[in-house]
Each structure stands twice: as C-alpha cells, then as structure tokens.
C-alpha cells in the first residue's frame, strides 16, 4: 500500500481553491464513504451528477492536486479519501466570504445582517446596550403612563 | 453618416466619464443631507444620483445629435459654407474611440473576473453544503452568520452557530432584516451602482458605494422594525455582533467600523422624516433644465476640441 497523502506543491491550508458542483458532490461522497475507489465513487454519486469513469478521474485528480483528497494505491486502484473534513470546508468557505468582504469583492452580491469585517470593540457594544436599555426603560415606562 | 456616429460614440463615452468625475467630486457636498433622510427614500436618490452621468451622458448624446435637439436648442451656425442642423463632429474620433472603449471593456472585465464570478462560485458552493430552513438556508458552520448573497434570486442564508445562539426573537428579527433584502433586491442594486460608477476610479466612487451599502441596511432594519420591534431589531444587531466578536473566523482581522452603532442609534432614535414626492419632481425636473441649458454650450465646446 502506497500512500500520497503529502500536500502537493503549491496547495494553500488556508485558501480554499475554487470548486465545482461535481467536485462538491465527489467531496460528499467521499465525507460519507471514506476510502472510496473511483468506481465506488460513481456508484456513490447522486443520479443527475453521475459522470463517465473517466472525467471522474479527472475529477479525483484534481481534487487531489487542489490538497483536498488523498490517496493510496491499492492492487491497481487508488482508493481515495477527504483530506479536509466538511466543517473545515466550510471554515474555509466562510474565511473567504469574509476575506471577500474585507476587500471589498463581494458587496455587489452579499448583504450581511451584521458586517463579519466590522470588528467593533466591547466598550463600544457595552454603550450601545445602555442606551438600548435606557430607550426600552423609556418606552415601558411611557406605556406605564398611558 | 460613419464619422457622425464615431464622434456620438466618442462624445457619449467622455461625458459620461467627465459626468461621473464631477459628481463624485460633488457628493460630499450632498452626503450630510442625505445621510439625515429616510433611509430607503435617501438610497434611491443616492442610485439615482450614481445613475445621473449615465442618464446624463444618453440625454445629451441625443439631444446632441439627433435633429430635433440641434434645430431647437443649438443655435444658428456654419462650417465651411454648410447651414443645415448637425451633430458636433470630432475629428480622428474613430481611432481615439478605440482606446477609450479599450479602457471601458477592461474595466467591466476586470469588475466581472474579480468581484462578481467569485461571488457566482461562493453562492453555487454555499448552496451545496446548504440545508433548507423555511425562507433561509441553514449552513452547518460554527461561525455566526447571517446574510444575503445573490442578485436576481438572491438566497438568506444562516449558520447553524447563529441559530443555536440566538432566540427565536432574535432570529425571526434576522429574518425579517433579509427578507428586507430580499425584496428591494439590494444586492441588485448594490451591483448597478458598482456598474454605474465603473467610469471613476474606485477611491473616488467608495464613499457613495459604502454610504448605498450603509443606507441599505439601514432601510431593512427599519423594514424589520414593522414585523419585530425597532429595540427588537437592535437588541439583535448588538447580540450577533457580540457573538461574532467572540468567535471571529480565521483569516479575520480587526477593523474599525461605525456601521453597526449608526444602525442602533437608527433603530432607537426617532425615524427621520421622508421627503414629500414633489421633491423628486423638482430635483428631476431642475436636472433636465439644467442638461437642456447645457446643449449649446456642449455642442460649440465639442466643435472646438482639436
């Protein structure tokens, strides 16, 4: 049994490379079927991304080179598993919305409840409860009043 | 016909430039007296006011160039013996149109490849990892968020953090702030003002951008503060930023921002007072004096242009 799981040249820990909805789905099965061959891959993929055996290879390959499989040979085949477990992926994925958002890139597409890049400080958070608080003690007492 | 069309397309595309510099440059002038009007009344005369050099630029190009504006609003002049009514002529107009429409392309391309394709490929990833939760997507991550992403069916999504911390009050106030969002399709118009102040150089353009960004929210909180409370909303504002302060993501950094204690004080303060409609009429009908006065002006200074 040969084992390639080293972190090819180039692959960031931090950045997660872009992915595509095939290679989303390859990631699913393989969270959910670790050691997977190719083939036990495609009969694990859902019916509408169900690929040829050879653009799933592709598929796996790329993944692969991207740092986010490894692999071991085994007889002829590669079985291949997640380097990166979904919440990690998802960490990831959040970073760089975040990262997005520090720079700029996304705020034609993404409207945010509370701004992630606004790190605002507690004393600043503590003012704002007091007057929160002071505007609800002026209101109930108001109501009292009527 | 080939050079009056050249020169239209050249004229078109520098006024538009020189437009979107000048009220740029102007905005801060505005920017105190907007920023103190009804947020969703100020948010669309801020795009309107983006979309203004544009508009501007169109406007003028015809009444520039088409026969009726030269007969009506330029007055009586020849070239070279010929009296009949012209568009102003720019020579070697079609090779400096190549580098000016050059310049434009390179600008929307960059604009595609650097901010709106990413966006396209995060939303396509967050709704795989996603689950449905009624009107939301809730993504399993530990981080507290909620937000809005897309632009023609633009999607609320909420982490599973946000919703285990926060009460179903809180929550429902979230919601109701997004689904703000999701109506006035604000990422939507956050893009068209993007594309609107593409001509200018983006330090230029940034306050605008930040101040629509800024009177966006402001606008969906108040929309929220219909469904829950105004004290409500804010209570919800102020818990999320607690728990996002308490868990900051990796890869995030400090940053200083005024953004969420303008929105409290929004939501506890008084609403300020909208602008009666006559007032957009007036602004409309002052800005269309103002591009007719113009013509002339326009069409002699092009004339002269070497």
Sequence with gaps: ?146 | MTETLLSAALCALLLWWVLALLCAAAYPLLRRRLLALDPAQAGNFLLAYLALPLLGTLGASLLLYGSAGALLLVSDHCHAGQCSDHGPLLRGAGLALLPVMAWYAWRLVNCVRRQWWPGFALARQLRCFGQRRGAAIEIPAAQPAAFTLGWWHPRVYLTSALLQRCTQNEVDCILAHEASHHRRRDNLRQLLANALAAPVPLQLAATQLEDLALLHELAADRDAAHSCTPEAVAGALLRVARLQRAAPPAGSVAFAGTRIERRVRALVEDPPPALPPTWSLAIAALVLCALLAAINPLHRLIETLP
């Design chain 1, 1 to 146: 049994m040969t084992g390639e799981n080293r972190p090819p040249p180039g692959a960031s820990s931090n950045a997660l490379p872009r992915l595509g909805e095939l290679e989303l789905a390859v990631m699913e099965v393989l969270w959910r079927h670790p050691a997977s061959s190719t083939q036990q891959v495609q009969a694990r993929l859902p019916q509408a991304r169900r690929n040829s055996l050879s653009t799933l290879q592709s598929t796996l390959e790329r993944l692969h080179r991207k740092g986010l499989l490894g692999r071991e040979r085994e007889r002829q085949a590669y079985l291949y598993r997640a380097r990166v477990s979904r919440s990690e992926l998802l960490g990831r994925l959040l970073g760089g919305v975040i990262s997005q958002l520090h720079d700029g890139s996304l705020d034609p597409i993404l409207a945010s409840f509370v701004d992630f890049a606004e790190n605002i400080d507690d004393s600043t958070l503590d003012r704002l409860d007091e007057l929160l608080q002071a505007r609800l003690r002026a209101r109930d007492a108001g109501g009292c009043d009527d």
